[in-house]
């Protein structure tokens, strides 16, 4: 049988996370990087934002979002790494560092929206 | 040095020019492509915020109010400039490029590039409404 390579299922989930992390980032970054903090419009109360998060649909977006833009990241980064500083020789190094860190994220991630009361 | 290629005696050396590190300087499309990689980086940063903002909410009403006070920090207020700068890039070179990764193809036909985008664009605009409306009702 024929050895079948990860690449294909890193490439998708890379898309995948390239698309979540177009939708939804940048009206998240907008709104609790800018216009919360400078004022612009008033941030929600907790109760709000905890009501928010408490609902199971919130969580599994922000979880898939989560995991699925750290591989975004992983995949990017690491051709970066390849490509931007020639870095070719340290192949293992990067991807242990690149994929190793995606999945730490995510299972960090999960703990967190458990934990959410 | 590879074993198979011992046996010469004038072993060919590879003659390959060394890029310079900064190769992605000299082009503006190549500035572009490293932009474009680049804001891989800013997503990372901002799943870590979008994270520390659940540890706060999830903490309690005093842990969620440091957090937005921190938010407001000079340097976290800055790196958050940037990363609006660069997730807005992302999402745009992403929703451009979708005409080329997505075939759609309606009754036979292949679905024009400009649809594609345009519906990448509308799905944009309509989650962007929906979190907003969901936040700050």
Redesign the interface.
């Known amino acids: 049988m024929a050895k079948r390579s990860i690449e294909p299922l890193l490439w998708l989930l890379f898309s995948a996370g390239g698309v979540l992390a177009a939708l939804l980032l940048p009206i998240l970054v907008l709104l609790f990087g800018l216009c919360f903090p400078l004022g612009w419009l008033a941030a929600p109360r907790h109760d709000h934002m905890l009501g928010v998060l408490r609902h199971p649909l919130t969580r599994l977006v922000l979880f898939i979002l989560c995991t699925l833009s750290l591989f975004h990241w992983a995949h990017r980064f690491r051709y970066t790494l390849y490509d931007g500083l020639q870095a070719k020789h340290l192949n293992e190094v990067i991807n242990l560092f690149c994929y190793g860190g995606a999945i730490v994220g995510s299972v960090v991630a999960l703990c967190l929206l458990w934990q959410v009361p | 040095m590879n074993e198979r290629t011992a046996y010469t005696e004038f072993h060919p050396r590879w003659y390959r020019t060394r890029?310079s590190?900064w190769w992605?300087l000299k082009r503006p499309s190549y500035l572009a492509f490293?932009l474009r990689?680049?804001?891989?980086?800013f997503?990372?940063w901002?799943?870590?915020?979008?994270?520390l903002?659940?540890?706060a909410?999830?903490e309690?009403?005093e842990a969620?109010?440091g957090f937005?006070a921190w938010?407001?920090a000079p340097l976290?207020?800055a790196l958050?400039?940037v990363?609006?700068f660069f997730?807005?890039f992302?999402?745009i070179t992403?929703?451009n490029l979708a005409p080329q990764?997505m075939v759609v193809r309606l009754r036979g036909q292949r679905v024009p590039g400009f649809w594609i985008a345009a519906a990448n664009y509308l799905?944009?605009t309509l989650?962007?409404a929906l979190?907003?409306w969901?936040?700050?009702?």
């Open positions: 890029m590190t992605w490293i990689e680049l804001s891989s980086v997503v990372a901002f799943i870590v915020f979008t994270l903002l659940v540890r909410v999830g309690g009403k969620y109010e937005l938010s407001s976290v207020l958050n400039v990363t609006l997730v807005v992302h999402a992403w929703f990764a799905a944009w989650v962007s979190v907003a969901l936040l700050l009702q």
